[in-house]
């Protein structure tokens, strides 16, 4: 319990005794705090009384902190660790039977509510008790099959048939009326755009993007001559100084016989130079399978070709890409990276 210090009084708590107490700020620190300053002034000087403050002050703190930890001790101590510790466990219940009991609440509610509906449920309509403001389904039908009628010989009798019978006919106009109407707004807006439509270039407001005829003649005729030397050049690299007889396509054509299929036709030629016994070449027709994909052929040399010539039989349309062949002692494989699929000549050398 609460006691004084035998010299100046001061109050100080037993951490025992006094450990349910709440620590009192006025009491414990405020009060002292004043006696201490009390007594202290009639005895030493400013310096003495400071020192003697501080050390009175620490003596407190630690009188304090003592308290503390022995409330904490005692508490730690005396700290239930399950609900069997406590004083009034017997009125608690534990989760698992809480559960059980309201199960069990929730079952014969059910029941009971089953029982109590089945004891007072009505088996037909008289046996409510406002059976007479209901109506049987037969009687409820008959009601609106009535009144349905009543309303489409209200929508009939009411139901305009011209125009002129609808209240805000004012504000609706007749076809011809409307077709005038219309042809007056096309007229006014023909009328404005001629006024305000300009008759020369300068009267634009955008002049300076627009070239004058002559200008655009001039740049014309420049451009012309440029693509004429573009041209001249590039037809002259074709050519690549091809001798006078042959520098046209007229005069190549002709050195090829007119033969659109030339390559074909001496390929054919090729393979039949020797005769079938020797067994120097072998031909045949296959189709490309475009796509970046592969032909496998059996060449039938029985040996590894000295050299393959494929050439496309019909016009390619520009859909051929690039074409490649290698081979090996039993067969040639042909591929294409375009989507070009028909046929072509294949000849193989010994």
């Known amino acids: ?6 010299k100046l009084k001061l109050l100080k708590k037993d951490p025992m005794a006094d450990k349910n107490d709440t620590f009192n700020i006025e009491t414990m620190l405020n009060d002292n705090w004043d006696i201490i300053d009390t007594e202290v002034a009639g005895r030493y000087t400013k310096n003495e009384t400071n020192k003697k403050i501080e050390e009175t002050a620490d003596s407190i703190y630690e009188e304090v902190n003592r308290v503390e930890q022995g409330i904490k001790a005692y508490a730690d101590s005396n700290r239930p660790t399950k609900v069997s510790e406590l004083e009034n466990d017997a009125h608690y219940e534990t989760i698992e039977r809480t559960n059980e009991k ?23 309509v008289s046996e409510l008790e406002n059976d007479k403001g209901y109506e049987t389904v ?4 008959n009601k609106v099959s009535t009144a349905e009628q ?18 805000n006919d004012t504000n609706y ?44 003649h001039q740049k014309a005729k420049a451009a012309e001559e440029r693509a004429k030397n573009y041209t001249n050049v590039k037809v ?28 074909t036709t ?28 592969e032909k496998k052929i059996a060449h039938g040399l029985g ?3 000295s050299g393959v010539y494929v050439t496309p039989i019909e016009k390619t349309n520009g859909y051929l890409g690039e074409v490649w062949v290698r081979y090996d002692a039993n067969y040639i494989y042909v591929g294409n990276t375009g989507e070009y699929k028909g046929k072509f000549n294949w000849v193989t050398l010994r």
Do not use: C, W
């Open 1 to 6: 319990m609460a006691s004084r210090t035998p």
């Open 102 to 124: 309201i199960n069990q609440a929730e079952s014969n509610a059910r029941e009971y509510t089953r029982q109590y509906a089945n004891s007072i449920k009505p088996t037909k």
């Open 138 to 141: 037969e009687g409820a039908q």
């Open 150 to 167: 009543r309303a489409k010989a209200y929508a009939d009798s009411k139901r305009p048939t011209k125009v002129s019978q609808l209240t």
């Open 173 to 216: 106009e007749t076809v011809t009326g409307a077709q005038q109407g219309i042809n007056a707004a096309e007229q006014r807006a023909k009328d404005y755009a001629d006024n305000k439509r300009p008759i020369k270039v300068s009267e634009l407001t955008n002049d300076a993007d627009y070239e004058t005829e002559s200008g655009a």
């Open 236 to 263: 002259a690299h074709l050519l690549n100084s091809a001798p006078g007889t042959l520098d046209t396509l007229n005069e190549l054509a002709k050195a090829l016989g007119n033969d659109p299929n030339f390559a």
């Open 266 to 293: 001496i390929l054919n030629k090729l393979s039949k130079k020797s005769d079938e016994g020797h067994k120097h070449t072998k031909s045949g027709i296959s189709n490309f399978l475009g796509s970046n994909k």
């Open 303 to 305: 040996k590894t070709p």
